[in-house]
């Protein structure tokens, strides 16, 4: 018997008059092949609590755009800069306590204690990690992980801002659809942000730095500099998040440290496709909406969470955004060889 | 016309452990000159362009550029004044394309301040830049993926990206080796190009033939210490450098 090989083929189905940034757009087709995928994101985001069945179901929207922002953050750093980052912990506590101190100490409205716990949040948390910033491979990962286990038993030891019962009665956001509108708005803004920084000057010297950091700092540019920057980026990110968190909750507590918001934008990452950016935010709109239907399974809900991860990782490690790319933008036939 | 004095490195020494690496090695440079640092295998010669360079702290020796003391400055502070290296293991940004890798040094503070602010369109000087090196345009050379290129470009892009920071000083760490005769061949004209530009070279190189067409003046290093300078035709037939590169006759 014939042995036939088989293989697939590739064709770009993409538009073939492209210049180096100009899209040059002849027809009504293919503007809309152009458009069409953002324009299903950004409206899917802004009605998608409209179309929600229950109050409960518009609060979980609220946690998976902070779990989206998140794992944008994680995204960036790691696929833009190559820096990982554990702490999203780190960022949330951080930017949760400040807003809370801000808010119950200082009675300040959220209208100023947002802005200020991103900025000053985002500030101390890059000064925490700038120490290991010139360092290359997994120091930065362990130090990011540490300050969120560090900080919670300092703030229980020395019962800082309330200790364990941590702050209460915070201002809350006036309604439900503040509360959602905010932090989907938030998350547009940060995804199509971080999508032009990476395409920018400042995003391809990033890129040099995750390829070779040793040819950056011969092209006479300070590594450390550049990377604070980035960490810097991603903190403002995490920071908003934990602000908001807090805001959402009217409470803040050492439960903002806790490792989930670490840990679950990483499998948020990891299922949505690393280096997209939009594949992060698919894989937060995916995984906290599942964590949710299985609470009805009981202590299962976790393995089943992982049996889910652990399939992705293993079946399509490449992650759901970069295979619906490559599905969108090109033909696949098989033909033989 | 004596010329003026660009680089002086004096008595520089590093040690790894208890080898060393780098011992006592002082030299000077003029603008414009073009040398040639040679020895056998683990002399030093790659350690010695770290230490000028910066990219690994000095034991002991100074280095002065243009009159200042840029012995304990950090690696991209040299580059920033003007010293730029190839490096042995060449690595681009392999994920983008060649001319996107030279973006990265248009947008240097050295080269901001060179032009007066922000470079006009960097995608044609970083094309451009590539086509002197000899990345065809017509071919689409340029728009390749780094990760796609032989090892012939990625020297050449190696060598581009030192040019896009308007150096004074290159440092080429054997930039010649795993090349074909022809590509050696198109490579020694861009050096020479260079030295007509007023591009002070140091070249380090296995490749002695090829090398001593392009030097004005070569060094010799064995186990880390600097065995003979000079013009190449003297310098090969001192005792010191045929035992260093043939070994001790037995007796």
């Known amino acids: ?337 | 016309m004596s010329k003026e004095t660009i680089l002086i490195v004096s008595g520089i020494s590093k040690s790894f452990g208890g080898v060393k690496a780098v011992d006592n090695v002082s030299f000077k440079l003029a603008r414009g000159e073009i040398i040639g640092i040679i020895g056998p295998n683990g002399s030093g010669k790659t350690t010695l362009i770290n230490l000028i360079t910066g990219f690994v702290k000095k034991d002991s020796g100074k280095v002065f550029f243009k009159d200042r003391n840029i012995t304990k400055l950090p690696p991209h502070k040299i580059a920033d004044l003007g010293i730029t290296r190839t490096f042995q293991i060449m690595r681009p940004y392999y994920t983008l394309p060649a001319f996107k890798n030279l973006i990265v040094p248009l947008y240097s503070p050295r080269v901001r301040r060179a032009v007066g602010g922000r470079l006009g369109d960097r995608d044609a000087v970083a094309i451009d830049l590539l086509e002197e090196v000899g990345f065809e345009r017509d071919a689409y050379v340029p728009y390749k993926l780094a990760s796609t290129l032989p090892l012939g470009y990625l020297k050449r892009l190696e060598l581009s990206r030192c040019l896009a920071l308007r150096p004074e000083v290159i440092i080429c760490d054997e930039v010649f080796s795993g090349l074909s005769m022809a590509e050696i061949a198109s490579m020694v004209p861009l050096m020479e190009k260079l030295q007509m530009e007023g591009i002070t070279v140091i070249m380090v190189e296995h490749r002695l033939r090829e090398l001593f067409r392009l030097v004005n003046r070569v060094m010799v290093m064995n186990f880390g210490e600097k065995i003979a300078e000079g013009v190449p035709e003297k310098v090969m037939k001192t005792k010191e450098v045929r035992e260093a590169y043939l070994g001790t006759e037995g007796e």
């Not at chain 1, 833009?80 to 949330?92: D, K, N, P, S, T």
């Not at chain 1, 547009?188 to 995003?203: K, Q, S, T, V, Y």
């Not at chain 1, 969470?305 to 992650?319: D, T």
């Open chain 1, 1 to 337: 018997m014939e042995l036939k090989s088989r293989r697939k083929e590739r064709l770009d189905r993409g538009i073939n008059v492209r210049t180096t940034g100009i899209y040059a757009v002849s027809s009504w087709r293919e503007i809309a092949y152009l458009v069409l995928p953002r324009l299903i994101l950004i409206v899917g985001l802004l009605i998608l609590p409209l179309v929600l069945p229950s109050m409960y179901w518009q609060r979980v929207i609220c946690i998976t755009c902070i779990f989206a922002l998140l794992a944008l953050a994680f995204d960036f750093l790691a696929a833009y800069v190559g820096i990982i980052c554990l702490g999203g912990a780190l960022f949330v506590g951080v930017g949760g306590y400040i807003a809370g101190v801000s808010n119950a100490l200082l009675g300040l409205p959220p209208a100023l204690t947002i802005p200020i716990a991103t900025l000053g949040g985002a500030l101390i948390c890059t000064l925490l990690l700038l120490p290991c910033l010139p360092l290359r491979g997994i120091y930065f990962a362990i130090i990011s992980l540490m300050y969120p286990l560090v900080l919670p038993r300092i703030i229980e030891a020395l019962d800082l801002f309330g200790g364990t019962e941590g702050i209460a009665a915070l201002t809350t956001f006036p309604n439900i659809w503040v509360d959602q509108y905010l932090i989907i708005v938030v998350v547009l803004i940060a995804l199509f942000a971080l999508r032009r920084l990476a395409n920018e000057d400042m995003g391809l010297v990033l890129h040099g730095i995750k390829d070779n950091d040793q040819a950056v700092r011969a092209s006479g540019m300070s590594i450390t500099w550049y990377k604070a920057q980035a960490v810097f980026i991603g903190a403002l990110i995490g920071c908003f998040a934990g602000a908001y968190l807090s805001h959402l909750y009217g409470w803040v507590g050492i439960s903002l440290f806790g490792l989930d918001f670490s840990i679950l934008p990483i499998a948020a990452f990891v299922l949505g496709g690393p280096g997209t950016l939009v594949g992060p935010v698919l894989g937060a709109f995916i995984l906290t909406p599942l964590s949710e239907v299985l609470r009805a399974f009981g202590p299962l809900r976790i393995v089943f969470y992982a049996l889910i991860l652990v399939g992705f990782i293993v079946f399509k490690p490449e992650g759901l955004m970069n295979y619906f790319q490559r599905k969108y933008h090109q033909f696949e036939h098989w033909i033989e060889v």
